[in-house]
Nanobody, 127 residues
Framework: QAQLVESGGGLVQAGGSLRLSCAAS????????MGWFRQAPGKEREFVAA????????DYADSVKGRFTISRDNARNTVNLQMNSLRPEDTAVYYC????????????????????WGQGTQVTVSS
């Protein structure tokens, strides 16, 4: 099981940018697809972005497409989420997740597909 720790959350004004990072540690599988999810107050946790273990394939929720960019640095065991043009509706706790997989272009977008989760980091966007 991978241990995941998110960082980089905070308060930002609408239209601003923020970069989240997720660091993996502990005993991990050889290949992990990674994802970012978020949960706003009173709402279900929802998919934000995903990336294959090779970094060759990414996927985004329609609500963040063109504004957010997911990337990874396998040498550092980190995955990042660059968030630009932030909106108040982006306010949520953001979680990173990991799924061991063989496919270099495989991505996962469902909560149930992931096994390892971080503790979350708060992102607040003021209007």
């Amino acid at each position: 099981q991978a241990q995941l720790v998110e960082s980089g959350g905070g308060l930002v004004q609408a239209g601003g940018s923020l970069r989240l990072s997720c660091a993996a540690s502990g005993r991990t599988a050889s290949r992990y697809a990674m994802g970012w999810f978020r949960q706003a107050p009173g709402k279900e946790r929802e998919f934000v972005a995903a990336i294959s273990w090779s970094g060759a394939m990414t996927d985004y929720a329609d609500s963040v497409k063109g504004r957010f960019t997911i990337s990874r640095d396998n040498a550092r065991n980190t995955v990042n989420l660059q968030m630009n043009s932030l909106r108040p509706e982006d306010t949520a706790v953001y979680y990173c997740a990991a799924k061991a997989t063989f496919g270099p272009r495989t991505v996962f977008v469902k909560i149930s597909e992931y096994g390892d989760w971080g503790q979350g980091t708060q992102v607040t966007v003021s209007s």
